[in-house]
């Protein structure tokens, strides 16, 4: 079975400063991976997603992830984030390719420090 | 266009009650899918309905059941209910087809508080 690790809870930054925020997987098979973002008292939103080809994937609001699959990796970041940036990021994983079931990791506290 | 549409936003039932949670997708999506969050065990997968069928099914007990109508229009409904089952209920809906694998769009689901 797959499964998703992100291990930092919270992360606070200030504003116009630089994120990374990290995900890292596990999986015996090929996997797809996305980046959700969900705002208070709201469902969740796509940021980004990698399904194939260009490890580097751009996504909404200036956010990008790079697919590394030699770490098992797929880290999210932003170059400059902003006071609106802040929210719950999840980080998922799909082992098949055409349903929906997604395996999501706990999440990211993202908090922007004016 | 609307959104995915959930109903009821809030609920609150007691232990051994029975609930209906309902989802209107996005006009033109034929996948829903539903998920279950809570601050202990994040978002878990519950189930997806394809086309009035269920295409994939979480590690859910049976209490645990959905449907899926014509129209796109699901349920989910939860018998013999138990304080565990506490949680916001997230509904998700895509159009299904493999190019566009996990792409969800998600209501602001149905938060459930179980007595």
């Known amino acids: 079975a797959q499964s998703v690790t992100q291990l930092d809870s919270q992360v606070p930054v200030f504003e116009e400063a630089p994120v990374e925020l990290r995900c890292n997987y596990s999986s015996s098979v090929s996997v797809y991976l996305f980046w959700y973002v969900q705002y208070p008292n709201q469902g969740l939103q796509l940021l980004l997603k990698y399904l194939s080809g260009s490890t580097l994937v751009k996504g909404i609001n200036g956010f990008e992830a790079e697919f590394n699959k030699s770490q098992t990796s797929f880290h999210l970041r932003k170059p400059s984030v902003h006071i609106s940036d802040t929210a719950e990021y999840f980080c998922a994983v799909s082992v098949d390719f055409g349903n929906e079931k997604l395996t999501f990791g706990t999440g990211t506290r993202l908090t922007i420090i004016p | 266009k609307a959104g995915v549409t959930q109903t009821p936003r809030y609920l609150i039932k007691t232990r051994g009650q029975q609930v209906t949670l309902s989802c209107s997708p996005i006009?033109?999506?034929?996948?829903v899918s539903w998920y279950q969050q809570t601050p202990g065990q994040g978002l878990q997968f519950l189930f997806e309905y394809f086309s009035e069928t269920q295409r994939n099914k979480g590690n859910f007990p049976g209490r645990f059941s959905g449907r899926q109508f014509s129209n796109s229009r699901s349920e989910m409904n939860v018998s013999t209910l138990e304080l565990g089952d506490s949680a916001l209920y997230l509904c998700?809906?895509?159009?299904?087809?493999?190019?566009?694998?996990?792409?969800?769009?998600f209501g602001e689901g149905s938060r459930l508080t179980v007595l």
């Open positions: 006009s033109g999506h034929r996948s």
């Open positions: 998700a809906s895509s159009l299904g087809q493999p190019t566009n694998t996990g792409e969800l769009f």
